[in-house]
């Protein structure tokens, strides 16, 4: 029963570790000069074309996956030849409304890096302008829900940050001022980034989910948990703290492999160790120091609204733990809840989904360190 159960776990979980093909939410940065406006998009252009669901947490779950695949493959060049195809939809998805008034937008400029790594994603810059008439006052922006979220940046004409926002699907943003500063309360922008938080474990943060789930497998006990879920929440809040606030700066490139590792020790020491060691809070409270880079790397990619860098700061770190919260609730309500008092539960789920956790990790940690791009 521990074999079957061992295989049916890397199985499912196959897809996972064998592609990079992230659906991340595109960011649009807008920016205001006289008489006109423009909105840089940072895309996975080939998602778009191919018309991946954005719902889904990996693109090969799509039945588009083989164009998507297909088009990343593809020179600048001749993705630029797809994407004229595919212009005047995009553009029809937009919504751009000045003072209550439709505007219509054109595209001004394509930046499509050449082919890298497959493994890898490949963001486009698409940057769209419009017309803004004189004596306008507000501009409201979003895009169809096909397309998926979106992450809203403002810039005002004096170089200022004016706004920001995270859309879920079909959503439009706040009026926001054309002429100055849009003023954006802090309970806005805390709840803006709860939602960024919680997106970026579920469904967007896989490698975390496979960490916390690792911490988990240790012990359905409570106290075990509570310890290694409090060093790891101390460690990513001050981590995060420290990265946004630029205090502390380490390159993806070290970042990213260091947490596939730690997914791996966490897992090896489920399979070797029976109980709560004594130096595994500290192990974990050092593990949750890189997490929380790498959650600052995202706020860094999002941004924030300078007055309101605290309530943003705050309310990204409620929503990831509350992200974690509820993978720890789903695994206690799938293993811990039924099979935690069994004799065989260590044999049969802690150590076969160690195991294949860990595979996981390693698959990460060697793509993370030998095949960037």
């Known amino acids: 029963m521990r074999i079957i159960l061992s295989a049916l776990f890397l199985i499912l979980l196959l897809p996972f570790s064998a592609t990079a093909h992230e659906l991340r939410p595109a960011v649009a940065d807008i920016r205001f000069a006289e008489g006109s406006f423009e909105v840089e998009f940072r895309v996975i252009l080939e998602a778009l074309i191919a018309e991946i669901d954005p719902n889904l947490t990996d693109t090969s779950e799509s039945e588009n996956a083989a164009r998507y695949d297909a088009l990343r493959a593809m020179a600048p060049s001749d993705l630029a030849k797809e994407f004229a195809g595919f212009e005047a939809k995009f553009l029809s998805a937009i919504t751009a409304t000045i003072d209550g008034q439709p505007n219509q937008t ?9 082919v890298g790594d497959l493994d890898l994603t490949r963001d486009t810059t698409l940057t769209i302008t419009g017309q803004v008439p004189a004596g306008a006052q507000e501009l409201v922006f979003g895009w169809s829900e096909n397309l998926g979220p979106l992450i809203v940046r403002v810039t005002t004409p004096s170089g200022e940050d004016g ?10 943003t706040e009026p926001i001022s054309v002429v100055g500063v849009t003023q954006q309360s802090g309970l806005s922008v805390f709840g803006n980034y709860i939602a960024i938080g919680f997106v970026h474990i579920i469904p967007k943060g896989l490698d975390h989910i496979l960490f916390v789930v690792g911490l988990f497998l240790l012990s359905t006990q409570m106290r075990p948990l509570l310890w290694q879920i409090s060093a790891f929440t101390l460690a990513h809040t001050i981590s995060l703290a420290m990265g946004m606030l630029g205090w502390v700066n380490i390159p993806p490139s070290i970042v990213e492999p260091l947490i596939a590792a730690s997914i791996i020790y966490v897992c090896v020491e489920n399979i070797f160790m029976s109980g709560l060691s004594r130096w595994r809070p500290f192990v974990v409270f050092g593990f949750g120091l890189l997490h929380g880079l790498g ?11 300078q007055s309101e860098f605290g309530s943003g700061l705050i309310g990204f770190n409620i929503g990831v733990e509350l992200g974690q919260l509820t993978v720890i609730a789903a695994c206690f309500a799938l293993f811990g809840a039924w099979f935690g008092r069994k004799s065989w539960y260590r044999a049969v789920i802690t150590t076969p989904m160690s195991l294949g956790i860990a595979a996981i990790g390693a698959y990460w940690f060697i793509e993370r360190t030998l095949f960037v791009a």
């Open 295 to 305: 959650f600052a790397g995202v706020l860094a990619e999002v941004g924030f609204v």
């Open 106 to 114: 054109e595209t001004s400029a394509l930046n499509i890096p050449e």
């Open 163 to 172: 706004y920001s926002d995270y859309l879920q699907s079909g959503q439009k």
